[in-house]
């Protein structure tokens, strides 16, 4: 029978097996890890001259890179990723270093990750998604950029719907305006319950007005059979608006730039300003 400390030399051996690990490929926390999290460049430049690993992970696999993005230093990013540094490695609850970059608000970090091949888009629905961490947030840039590099406005996640839902959901009327310039389907939120819920539940009138102007169907019901104003706060401002607005009739030019803009397709929407056209039309139909 083997004594007790060969049993401990197994299980640890055991342990390596199973958990894969590499004496080289992770650490609890790394020099690189430190300068890249307090932003200290010379100091990062120096360790991987000296050879240090820019893809050296921490047991949850979060690499310098993520450290990098998350305190929106660009200038230690940018050092990383020419040394090599995977820009889409991914932390083991599934967060990429673009995901970092979009909950700091870091613009230039985005800008950088996306110039260098990172993905801008989650590749499943169980995964965090970059778009909705930056309109929860409020990030609207970072919608923006993102959007600009083809990102689905409408991709939606179980439990957190679609990105303009959640811009909704947050009151983050700058990154709903962003969503929808780029095309978001002003009626996809989460299943039956549309951004106009959202907006109307948290009693945002602004958000509620913009969602209008972009087409929203005020009549919606949601699954409890619902419309928007029956989800606002009693007394509300908002119910009170949209009492009115379900008794007012729409324009005609309301109707029209509507259906123009479904004519077109998200695709071309970026057309809109090259169309012979008076500015003012133009203007008229980009909501300017």
Same mark, same amino acid.
């Given at each position: 029978?083997?004594? %007790?400390?060969?049993?401990?030399?197994?299980?640890?051996?055991? +342990?390596?097996?199973?958990?894969?690990?590499? +004496?080289?490929?992770?650490?609890?926390?790394?020099?690189? $890890?430190?300068?890249?999290?307090?932003?200290?460049l010379l100091a990062l430049k120096t360790l991987i001259a000296q050879g240090h690993s820019v893809n050296v992970l921490t047991i949850d696999h979060i690499s310098p890179l993520h450290e990098a993005c998350i305190g929106? $230093?660009?200038?230690? *990013?940018?050092?990383?990723?020419?040394? %090599?540094?995977?820009?889409?490695? #991914?932390?083991?609850d599934g967060v990429t270093p673009l995901f970092r970059a979009c909950s700091a608000g870091s613009l230039a970090c985005l800008e950088l990750l996306l110039? +260098?091949?990172a993905r801008p888009q989650a590749l499943a629905i169980f995964q965090p998604s970059p778009i909705h961490e *930056?309109?929860?947030? %409020? $990030?609207?840039?970072?919608?923006?950029?993102?959007?600009?590099?083809?990102?689905?406005?409408?991709?939606?996640?179980?439990?957190?719907?679609?990105?303009?839902?959640?811009?909704?959901?947050?009151?983050?009327?700058?990154c709903a305006r962003k969503l929808l310039d780029g095309g978001a389907n002003v009626q996809r939120g989460s299943y039956m319950e549309t951004?106009? $819920?959202?907006?109307?539940?948290?009693?945002?009138? +602004?958000i509620v007005k913009l969602l209008l102007e972009f087409g929203a169907d005020v009549n919606a019901r949601n699954l409890q059979y619902k419309r928007a104003v029956e989800v606002a706060?009693?007394?509300?401002? #908002?119910?009170?608006?949209?009492l009115i607005y379900e008794a007012t009739p729409r324009s005609l030019s309301q109707l029209c730039r509507q259906q123009i803009r479904e004519r077109l397709g998200r695709s071309r929407l970026h057309l809109l300003p090259h169309l012979p056209l008076p500015k003012a039309m133009k203007n008229f139909l980009q909501y300017r």
């Open positions: 029978m083997k004594g %007790g400390h060969d049993d401990d030399d197994d299980v640890w051996n055991a +342990s390596a097996v199973i958990l894969d690990i590499d +004496s080289g490929s992770w650490a609890d926390r790394s020099a690189l $890890h430190d300068a890249a999290s307090q932003g200290r929106g $230093h660009v200038a230690c *990013a940018r050092a990383l990723v020419d040394a %090599g540094a995977n820009v889409n490695v #991914t932390a083991i110039q +260098s091949d *930056a309109a929860s947030r %409020g $990030h609207s840039k970072c919608v923006e950029m993102l959007v600009s590099w083809g990102v689905d406005v409408d991709f939606e996640i179980p439990h957190m719907g679609t990105p303009l839902y959640t811009a909704c959901r947050c009151k983050e009327f700058l951004p106009l $819920h959202a907006a109307s539940q948290k009693d945002c009138l +602004s706060p009693p007394g509300s401002l #908002t119910e009170g608006f949209l």
